[in-house]
């Protein structure tokens, strides 16, 4: 089983410049969500969603956009890159209930110039 | 809001040391608690859950009881190896209304090396 699938898993841009991180889970899981991870300030909550055509803002969602056409994906777009976005970023999938622990993908090492 | 507190790292023990990593929470609600694991350059992976109180989540040896008298839910192993060293998040997910519903909150980690 694939599970969580992100790609790339390194990626260099320069300032100003747009991509799209991609996620896919296997799992028919309704919640998506994506966190970066800085060293010193654990995991935070970037966007999410529960289910196909719903999202919502996590903690520090400025300068990301998220869409989600179907349940296995759930693409994270940066629309004008900056240096603050330098930091490795996760995707992960699970139920939506209380008890379910998410599962999460290898992550994408992000680096901005 | 929702809040998770780990006792701050790192943490450096010898091989077959007992490790013990402190977390207390605050929650609306009666969350479900995890442990997460995450080795070097990969994701984090579920180490063990508990979904309601004295609840005792297990996995590879290590242990953790959701304690809701204290709010707590440390980690512990009884004699840790090498192939330990890892970062430990402890992280809780509640299904109270609001808008922390269904959303995970995690601690800041802690770094634990296992020396031979």
């Known amino acids: 089983n694939a599970g969580v699938t992100q790609t790339p898993k390194f990626q260099v841009l320069k300032t100003g410049q747009s991509m799209t991180l991609q996620c896919a889970q296997d799992?028919?899981?309704?919640?998506m969500s994506w966190y970066r991870q800085d060293p010193g300030m654990g995991l935070r909550l970037i966007h999410y969603?529960?289910?196909?055509?719903?999202?919502d803002q996590g903690e520090v969602p400025n300068g990301y956009n998220v869409s989600r056409s179907t349940t296995e994906d759930f693409p994270l777009r940066l629309l004008s890159a900056a240096p603050s976005q330098t930091s490795v970023y996760f995707c992960?999938?699970?139920?939506?209930?209380?008890?379910?622990?998410?599962?999460f993908g290898n992550g994408t090492r992000l680096t901005v110039t | 809001g929702n809040s998770v507190t780990q006792m701050e790292g790192p943490v450096t023990l010898s091989e077959e040391a007992f490790l013990t990593i402190n977390c207390t929470y605050t929650?609306?609600?009666?969350?479900?608690l995890f442990w997460y694991v995450q080795y070097p350059g990969e994701g984090l992976q579920l180490l063990l859950k508990a979904t309601k109180a004295d609840d005792k989540g297990s996995n590879k040896g290590f242990e953790a009881t959701y304690r809701k008298e204290t709010t707590s839910f440390h980690l512990e192993k009884g004699s840790v190896q090498v192939s330990d060293s890892a970062v430990y998040f402890c992280a809780l997910r509640t299904n109270a209304g609001g808008t922390s519903y269904g959303k995970l909150t995690f601690g800041q980690g802690t770094i634990l090396t296992v020396h031979p």
């Open positions: 929650a609306t609600g009666y969350p479900s």
């Open positions: 969603s529960v289910g196909a055509g719903i999202t």
């Open positions: 992960a999938s699970s139920w939506f209930r209380g008890d379910s622990p998410l599962h």
């Open positions: 799992m028919n899981h309704e919640y």
